[in-house]
Every structure is written in structure tokens, then in C-alpha cells.
């Protein structure tokens, strides 16, 4: 019998992970506070339900896909949400990039009922997401890992088990920080190599041959940059808010890394010229317009 499966947040991470999940053969319901991204999942042949609490009443899993950590919270301890309604046994596969005090102390409390928690970000975007070609860095014990791998692996196309509760969160927020670097690095690297009369594209082909180059140069620049599409379907404000985890975590653990606190800058000081809805890979707009900027 092939496994029920509830997808929460039907944006376009979530909706991807349903249409996924059901195209490799799991009974998957979805849900969301929007009718209309509802609706949008019943067009692409996935079922979908009016509440949390009818979503629970018959599902093996759960997949969380929501914004923030305070998403998470609210559907998991708010009213009528999963530790109201779950059955024992129930897991919750988080995919949100969270911070590991959220996902910890979540799977504390629904512990207390039997129901597991595991932090499983993602990778990939969008496109990965409908693909089943995104990855996940996973934070659970050994049998919890265990347990939720066949749902992991029909969503995405690496899982790595990084630790127990908590360190997939840390792991995501290690791995956007980079990408926040690289994205600036690189645009910053092929700005150079312009001024000094050296077509780009060859030099990013040459970075991309050598030790320079990395999944943003050889991803986000062909795909999204230097054709300026940008749309790679995730936005400056999502990457925002994780850059600002990034630093959090840092401040927290009391560590001096000048780097990323330079990046971190760099994405706040672009709030003045690019809105939080814009593409994240238009960072790049900051370095060079005549590069970069749209329409040129």
C-alpha cells in the first residue's frame, strides 16, 4: 500500500513536492491558506483539503514547505494544528529553512505525543522541486532517517544526513551564505574581466573549467544571469531572510567571520534599489549595470 503523504504551503517549493510525490506514486492531500493555490494544485491532478486538522486525518507524513520559522511554529503548536490533530507515529518532514532552535524545541514538544520532527531543507528551486531533482540535508536520528528516506528520495535527488534535529537547518544556512558570496564573487570576478576587455561569458567558461568555479557560476549565471531572464523563481526577500540567518547564528555563537559579514552588507545595502520581490540572482545588478541590468 503506497503511502499517504500531506504536502503544507502549496507555493512553489510545495506545489512542486506534491506533483512530485503523487507522480511517483504516494497518495498525496495538500493544504494551504490560499483557495487559490488550492485550486492551482487540484488543475495538476493532486487533491487538496480546507484545513490542517482534515489534511492529518489521514497521512503517514507530512511535508512542511512555509516561509519562516514562525510558519512552522504556528502549524505545528497553533490552534488546531499538528500537535492538536496528529496520530502517534506521525512524522514531519520540515523543508522550510529554519533555525535549529525552532526545529529543536518543535521536535521536543510534538515528542511529548509520539509524533517525530526532522529538518529536511532544500536545494534546488522551483524547477527542482517539480523535477524531484532538488537536495536535502537532513537533520534526524538514524531512525528517523530511516523512515522517511523512501519519501525523500522520490522528492529530491540527494539526501545527505548531516546530524541529529537542528543540523540540516545549519547546514542550509552555511550552504546560502555561500551562495550569497558566490553570486557577488563571481559577478564581481566577470565585472573585472570585462573592464580589462575580456569577454565574460569566456572567462566564466574558463572559471567554470578551473578551481574557481562553483554551483552559482555554472548554475545561476547560465541560466539566469547572463541572459538576464532572473527568474529562477526564488526572491530577493527569501534570500534576504536566510542571509539574515546566516548572521544570527553567527552573532550567537560569538564568532568574528568578517566575510560573510561583508555579504551580509552587501544583500541589507540592496534593499534601497531592489524590493524583496525581485529575482534573488539580480544581486548582480549591484555590481556592474552595464552587465547586469536588465534590458541592456
Known sequence: ??????????????????TTLARKGFNVRGFDLSEQARTRLEEKGVSSVASVAE??????AVV???????HVQAVCL?????????KPG???????????????SLAARLGEKNIGFIDAPVSGGPAGAAAGT???VVGATDEQFATVRPVLEAMSASQVHVGDCGAGNVAKI??????AAHLISTAEALSMASHAGVDPERVLAGINAGSGGSAVSKVSFEKWILNKAYDSGFTMGLMRKD???????????ELDLPLFASVGRLWQKSLTTIPDNEDFTYIVSQTDNSLFSKGQ
Open 55 to 60: 489534511l492529518l486525518q489521514s497521512v503517514d
Open 174 to 179: 552555511a550552504n546560502n551564505m555561500l551562495c
Open 78 to 86: 497553533g490552534d488546531n494544528g499538528i500537535f492538536d490533530h496528529g
Open 134 to 136: 532538488m537536495s536535502m
Open 64 to 70: 512542511l514547505s512555509l516561509p519562516k520559522a514562525e
Open 90 to 104: 506521525l512524522m514531519v518532514i520540515d523543508t522550510t529553512t529554519s533555525t535549529p532552535e525552532v526545529s529543536r
Open 1 to 18: 500500500m503506497a503511502l499517504s503523504i500531506g504536502v503544507i504551503g502549496l507555493g512553489n517549493m510545495g506545489a512542486g513536492m506534491a
Open 243 to 253: 542571509v539574515g540567518l546566516g548572521l544570527a547564528l553567527t552573532d550567537q555563537l
